[in-house]
């Protein structure tokens, strides 16, 4: 099998500190699914939000195919602003293509207000072939349709 990686960074006009908080602070879910309505219909989490928490989050069907998005926390460091997750791949179209991926995201400031998440996707396929740079552009602007 080969294992690929992906890397992108999304620029948020929120401090670095607040995005944090919002959607990996592993506790209060409110906030996101409010920011995330009509593309979130629940995020249910098992844990404190440290490795080992398991998430899972109910994506809204005009969404996607994928309905169920479920993650395994590896590693969180709240001072970094780091965290690397397992999606576990179950249903939908890239469960066919997909063996495993791993998504670590950081969260940097970026000027008065502003902020920049690097998102890393590692993945390793089926067939051991990489998929094509469309697919994991794909993959990395829409992680909620990879589970």
């Known amino acids: 099998m080969v294992a690929c990686s992906v890397t992108k ?17 592993g506790s209060d879910n409110s906030t996101l699914l409010k920011a995330c309505a009509g593309m979130i219909d629940s995020i249910d989490v098992e844990g404190d939000g440290g490795p080992g928490t398991v998430g899972t989050m109910k994506i809204n069907p005009a969404m996607s195919d ?6 395994r926390v590896l590693a969180r460091d709240a001072a970094a602003r780091v965290v690397r997750s397992q999606h576990v791949i179950e249903g939908g179209k890239m469960a066919e293509v997909l063996k495993s991926q791993v998504t670590e995201i950081t969260v940097v400031p970026a000027g008065e207000g502003a902020c920049v998440a690097k998102i890393t996707v590692e993945y390793e396929c089926i067939n051991g072939e990489p998929l094509s740079p469309e697919v994991e552009e794909y993959i990395v602007a829409h992680p909620g349709e990879v589970a």
């Open 9 to 25: 960074e999304c620029q948020a006009a929120v401090p670095a500190d607040l995005l944090w908080k919002v959607a990996f602070s």
């Open 66 to 71: 994928n309905k169920v998005l479920k993650t």
